[in-house]
């Protein structure tokens, strides 16, 4: 029962967090009164005018969910509390960043600084008590679970067809629509690389520049380089549904809960990640779908190694889910690799208790899979004189620290530290060129003629700059990557991009399309502005608008590897690493934050990786209770 202090302390937080989201950080026009503690307040009171219905609704909600105590369900609840504080003041940031790209803002005046504090205090209060939530929807008893019996083999085929052909349906109308489909300038980069407008280089993935570009070919012979492409969206839509039909029958297998099974189906169905990346040509959607399969095979090779090992379907599932997280996307194999390395120590671990045989044909398993990705790439790389990409597609994360430590700091910066960057990068540009949410304009000007031993004096003089402008490197990183964990920014703004890609109008563009045949509009105009304005609607609705926003799912993931390491579920980090080892891709890599599809294969995964959690869970309940 909580106390009258308890709910004293707990109706202040509420406050603080009802009052949170209606902060305007940044400064407010108006007149000032010169004396500090009225200007404080006079700053609040504009940022908060004409909110106090919403906060007071806010301010119930929370209030309520906060007497229910959640919490009692996390365990060690200081380590989320802690985690829930780093989360807001990277939200406090970004609320500075946004604007200009500093942290000016946040103690430009007294005012600033009393409404930091409120948002701080208010948004960690706020991710504290979502996460209390979650911990408690995870330790849910049995009455909440879909009860489905059957083994961990998926042999009954018709639940996967009934949701597979479900699925297709409702996307008919918007795969109908795409025609010949949706590309963005990476996607025509690659066409202009196969056909021979531009060197062909690795800086994208080969296998899948080589893949789309037969499509494309196969389409040309047949009278219209348009259907070659359609047909590849088509190819990609029935992987994309057949991938997701299958993870919803594995969930029903480890007996899912009701309401994460019904918010996977319904995400699977409507949610534009899944829906409009089915139609569009690009990298990021084959890879997705094939991490999240090998998610999937993961997670029945775990649950039981031996039935895993004994199915045909399983060896040809793990085979290609293998191959595609491989030579699909660059940097798949950063994720790849460390996960199977786990798995392998895992069976090797497990071996008296799964069997010489079990151990050896998961091993050939893996062994086969990864030798066979490596030879397809490297043939594919000979056969078309495929030019190696750039060691800088690997340092941009440095680049960027070093680049925004020159905008800041340039006239501190001693001659031989200068010296050691201007022998990889362009040092007298990097001011200019720097952007706080792409490293391309600094990458392009790496010196192609480094040789490792200016390499390696870079690095260790970017190492050692560390220590001297600690805050220009910090910025820099929490600058880029604010987004991971920041949901605040406009949903519908970051898929905008893909559902309205066009070509690049300049003249080489304009020639290729004209001697190809590729058409860039859609086939109906209008059908594609009901779909985009429908789907916008999903962005506006509560709750819906952060299913639909990556840095929910990136929250939800940290949380959970958080939880199933106080539970002692193991296993489940090896589920989950695919995910947080994303995460670190996507810090490292030098991509535009702003665009959520490089989150997708956490997007993806999470709901069967929670299912996992719950599956494990319960299992060990069972276990406890001599069942």
């Known amino acids: 029962m909580n106390t009258k202090t308890e709910k ?134 049995d009455g909440n679970i879909l009860r489905t019996e059957g083994s961990g083999e998926i042999r009954a085929a018709g639940p996967f067809l009934r949701t ?49 570009g037969l499509f494309s070919r196969a389409g040309k012979a047949l009278g219209s380089m348009n259907g070659g492409l359609y047909a590849f969206v088509l190819f990609q839509t029935i992987i994309f549904a057949a991938v997701l039909a299958y993870t919803y029958i594995l969930m029903i297998r ?72 491989a030579l699909f996307r660059n940097n798949g194999k950063h994720i790849l690799y460390p996960t199977l390395a786990l798995a392998a120590v895992f069976v090797l671990i497990k071996r008296k208790e799964l069997g010489k045989s079990v151990v050896v044909r998961i091993l050939v398993l893996i062994l086969v899979s990864v030798t066979f990705a490596g030879i397809l790439e490297k043939g594919v790389i000979r056969v078309h004189d495929i030019e190696p990409g750039s060691i800088g597609e690997a340092l941009s994360f440095p680049f960027q620290q070093t680049a925004r430590t020159v905008v800041e700091h340039g006239d501190e910066i001693t001659q031989e ?9 362009d040092y007298n540009s990097l001011a200019e060129n720097y952007k706080p949410h792409l490293s391309d304009p600094v990458k392009a000007t790496i010196r192609k003629d480094a040789d490792s031993k200016a390499l390696i004096r870079y690095l260790v003089t970017w190492f050692r700059m560390f220590f001297k402008y600690p805050a220009a490197y910090v910025k820099a990183t929490v600058n880029q990557n604010y987004l991971l964990v920041y949901p605040r920014e406009e949903n519908r703004a970051l898929y905008d ?82 995910g947080l080892l994303s995460v670190v891709v996507i810090i490292l890599a030098p991509v535009i934050k702003r665009h959520p599809r490089y989150s997708f294969p956490i997007m993806y995964t999470l709901p069967v990786m929670l299912a996992y959690f719950i599956f494990l869970l319960h299992d060990r309940r069972t276990i406890d209770s001599g069942n």
């Open 254 to 325: 480890m007996q899912t809960p009701a309401w994460l099974m019904t918010l996977f189906l319904l995400l699977a169905i409507f949610a534009p990640h899944f829906q409009n990346y089915a139609c569009t040509i690009i990298k990021d959607s084959l890879y997705s779908i094939m991490v999240l399969l090998f998610v999937d095979e993961l997670i029945c090779a775990i649950r039981d190694p031996g039935d895993f090992i004994s199915g045909k379907r399983h060896w040809i599932l793990s085979f290609f889910s293998i191959l595609g997280t």
């Open 417 to 425: 530290e200068k010296e050691a960057i201007d022998a990889v990068l």
């Open 164 to 212: 597979f052909v479900g699925i297709l349906a409702v996307w008919a109308l918007p795969v109908y629509v795409c025609y010949p489909g949706y590309m963005c300038n990476d996607s025509w980069t690659q066409m202009l690389q196969y056909w021979g407008y531009n060197d062909f280089t690795s800086h994208h993935p080969p296998v899948h520049t080589v893949l789309l």
């Open 497 to 578: 991009a893909t559902l309205n890609y066009e070509p690049g109008r300049d003249e080489l563009m304009v020639t290729v399309l004209k001697e190809t045949g590729v058409s860039e509009g859609t086939r109906n105009p209008v059908l594609k502005d009901l779909i985009y304005n429908l789907q916008s609607i999903l962005y506006s609705l509560p709750a819906a608008g952060l299913l639909l926003h990556h840095a929910s799912y990136v929250i939800i993931l940290l949380a959970s590897i958080i939880l199933a390491i106080q539970k002692k579920l193991y296993r489940y980090l090896i589920i989950s690493l695919p």
């Open 8 to 141: 004293a302390v707990i109706l202040i937080f509420s406050f603080l967090a009802a009052m949170m989201p209606f902060l305007n950080i940044g400064s407010i026009e108006g007149e000032i009164t010169g004396h500090a503690v009225v200007d404080m307040f006079i700053s609040v009171n504009r940022a908060l005018k004409g909110k106090s219905l919403v906060m007071t609704i806010l301010l119930c909600a929370l209030y309520c969910l906060g007497v229910r105590r959640y919490d009692r369900d996390m365990p060690r609840r200081a380590v989320f509390m802690v985690f829930s504080f780093l989360v807001s003041l990277v939200w406090l940031a970004a609320e500075s960043f946004r604007i200009d790209d500093t942290l000016g803002y946040l103690t430009a005046d007294t005012g600033q600084i009393l409404k930091s504090l409120i948002y701080v205090m208010g948004a960690a209060y706020l991710i504290f008590e979502i996460l209390a939530a979650f911990c408690h929807l995870m330790a849910l008893e």
